[in-house]
């Protein structure tokens, strides 16, 4: 049974940056494309980026292209997500998937942008 742990959120500052990352485990995680997604209070999941097996093809939602980076450490099995320009909208609960994504869901992160 594949498994995500997500790490790295917390509260920053409009402006600011975080870095989040996932360990992938129960599934050679190298072969399968990863996402990242997020859920703000009272909204539906919203996939924001992700990324092919090997790196080299990365898609990113409109709400976030430009700020944020999406990359992954197969050695590892982890997966990051680079945030940078963090607005108020981008608050919410972050999660790592398999892309196209599975039913199992980690516990997430919480991101909190406020001044």
């Known amino acids: 049974q594949v498994q995500f742990v997500e790490s790295g959120g917390g509260l920053v500052q409009p402006g600011g940056s975080l870095r989040l990352s996932c360990v992938v485990s129960?599934?050679?995680?190298?072969?399968?494309?990863m996402s990242w997604s997020r859920r703000a209070s009272g909204k539906e999941r919203e996939l924001v980026a992700r990324i092919r097996p090997g790196g080299f093809d990365r898609v990113y939602s409109d709400s976030v292209k430009g700020r944020f980076t999406i990359s992954r450490d197969d050695s590892k099995d982890m997966v990051y997500l680079q945030m940078d320009s963090l607005k108020p909208e981008d608050t919410g609960v972050y999660y790592c998937?398999?892309?196209?994504?599975?039913?199992?869901w980690g516990q997430g992160t919480q991101v909190t942008v406020s001044s």
């Open positions: 129960g599934l050679p995680s190298n072969v399968y494309g």
């Open positions: 998937n398999l892309y196209p994504t599975r039913s199992e």
